[in-house]
């Protein structure tokens, strides 16, 4: 019985010492060097580790950098997993990012497609140009907390990813860092970061909050350029300067999407690009009382703004010529005395009794009448029922002859209270821009199309239009005068010069289905398109 014991244990060991080694941990298909010294291993299972102490090579071959692949890319369908062990102070560039093969004509893109999951450690500062681009099965990735700057295109199509975070130590970013990451949701950008790089986030569809440091001081082209799921963008005090094309513009793809969205500046006007709102369909906040906001800051710059102050709005005492917060016989006698000349003070705002805008004999006489007790109103009159401020949609369905059949124009037209207008057409690749001026005079703007050079006048019913000459028509500079009416069933009538007319359906833009809009105007939603 004693020696029994020994015997069963020689036996077990030698049944053990029997089994395939995958039973014992998993069996390295691949290894190699990737840094002075660094070391890297494949195992059976699909996980790449690297190990060591220092920075990784700079590899290349990829579409936008010249050199020789990572050492692991002919196994790149074989990664599912990358584990950097602490030690390793930086991502390589192109180290898993997507590369053209070389040698085939045309070249061939090759990319890391497998991937899942990256674990880097705290000892990473850097992570270099087109690190991880093209990983198109990533869906997580820790960022070092002592990361200190990711290059350019880093994540370019990373199509799974759906959140990210950088560390506050992180105060450099690559331009097209996060370009057509086409499920990406949401992203935090480090504090201390002081330019957002062009492309940053662009192409992202699917992206619904992005927070912008306060630190940040300048956003770059193309910046949120195509990012439709983006329906806030806040602006934080320090920015100074935003480029071209960096907000999102509106989608064609879908006849009748929710294309707006709002846009709030939280300090003073930043120098903005020509074109920095270009195609965007957006309301833009500011603050009220910031006088760098001035009338011409609030342009289109090639979109389709509406400009709307926030804060607390100043209460005017229409009337209260001295603004003494009363309105008695004093303020009448300094209203008279202000406009006989005298040597006074008159707030212009409160002392405009019938707030036209002026402060003339109109508001003498409409607070003398006041004080006597006649049934009037100070202020401003309440707007007509009727009015032909705000954005209205026009929907109109017709067969054409050739290619071109059952085209559906949804028609976007837009007038605003300082005289500025647009109109749009859905299905069309172009849109008019109309800039015009209200009956008072504003210095006219040259739209960016010549040939659709006009300024509008509205005074009551009567709409003046200006045509600027065309030379390549050989068009002459012309003035109509249009006649409008407002129907009773909220439809609007359009007299031309020539004695024609015209009934549209107008409605008020919301979030209605193109369907729906179908329906309400009485054409078939069903009805095939030829």
Not at 61 to 90: D, F, L, M
Not at 170 to 196: D, F, M, Q, W
Not at 265 to 287: C, K, M, R, S, W
């Amino acid at each position: 019985m004693k020696k029994t014991a020994p015997l069963l244990l020689l036996v077990l060991i030698l049944c053990l010492s029997w089994l395939p080694v995958s039973a014992h941990a998993a069996e390295i298909t691949a290894s190699g060097t990737c840094g002075d010294n660094l070391t890297w291993t494949l195992t059976n299972d699909g996980t790449l580790t690297i190990s060591g102490e220092g920075d990784m090579y700079n590899y290349g071959n990829n579409r936008y950098n010249s050199g020789k692949p990572a050492p692991w890319s002919s196994y790149r369908s074989n990664i599912t997993h990358v584990v950097v062990e602490s030690g390793v102070t930086s991502i390589g560039n192109c180290a898993f990012g997507q590369y053209q093969s070389v040698g085939i004509n045309p070249p061939v893109i090759r990319t890391y497609s497998s991937i899942q999951t990256v674990s880097l450690p705290d000892t990473v500062i850097s992570i270099g140009d087109n690190a991880f681009s093209g990983c198109q099965s990533l869906q997580q990735i820790n960022m070092p907390t002592q990361l200190k700057s990711v290059g350019v295109m880093a994540f370019f199509e990373c199509s799974a990813l759906t959140h990210i975070e950088f560390p506050d130590t992180c105060v450099t970013l690559g331009y097209s860092l996060l370009e057509n990451c086409i499920n990406l949701k949401s992203v935090r950008l480090p504090e201390g970061l002081e330019a957002i790089p062009n492309f940053m986030v662009a192409g992202c569809d699917d992206l619904e909050t992005i927070d912008i440091p306060d630190t940040v001081t300048s956003i770059g082209g193309y910046a949120f350029h195509r990012c439709y799921s983006l329906k806030e963008i806040v602006i934080p005090a320090g920015v100074t300067e935003i480029a071209d094309y960096t907000f999102p513009t509106f989608s064609l793809t879908d006849s009748f999407e929710e294309l707006s969205y709002t846009i709030k500046f939280l300090g003073n006007a930043p120098v903005f690009g020509d074109n920095a709102f270009y195609n965007a369909i957006a309301t833009v906040y500011y603050p009220r009382n910031d006088d760098t906001w001035a009338p011409w800051i609030n342009q289109h710059y090639g979109g389709f703004l509406t400009w709307k102050p926030y804060g607390e709005e100043p209460t005017i005492l229409y009337g209260d010529a001295n603004q003494d917060n009363e309105i008695d016989g004093k303020d009448l006698i300094l209203l008279r005395q202000h406009l006989a000349g005298w040597d006074v003070t008159v707030s212009p705002d409160s002392a405009d009794a019938n707030g036209d805008g002026e402060v003339d004999g109109k508001d003498l006489i409409l607070l003398r009448q006041h004080l006597a007790g006649w049934d009037v109103v100070l202020g401003p009159k309440p707007e007509e029922s009727h009015s032909i401020l705000g954005t209205w949609v026009y929907v109109a369905r017709e067969d054409w002859e050739g290619d071109n059949v059952a085209l559906i124009d949804i028609n976007y037209m837009k007038f605003n209270a300082d005289g500025t207008g647009w109109n749009w057409f859905e299905n069309w690749s172009n849109y008019d821009l109309l800039y015009g001026r209200p009956a008072d005079g504003w210095v006219d703007i040259t739209p960016p199309y010549s040939d659709n050079s006009f300024t509008y006048t509205l005074e009551g019913d009567r709409l003046t239009v200006t045509y600027a000459p065309i030379e390549d028509f050989e068009i002459e500079a012309e003035t109509k005068v249009y006649t409008l009416a407002w129907n009773e069933d909220g439809s609007l009538t359009i007299h031309y010069p020539n004695g024609d007319e015209g009934t549209y359906k107008l409605l008020p833009r919301d979030n209605m289905s193109l369907e729906e809009l179908l329906e309400l105007f009485g054409l078939d939603p069903n009805a095939p398109e030829n």
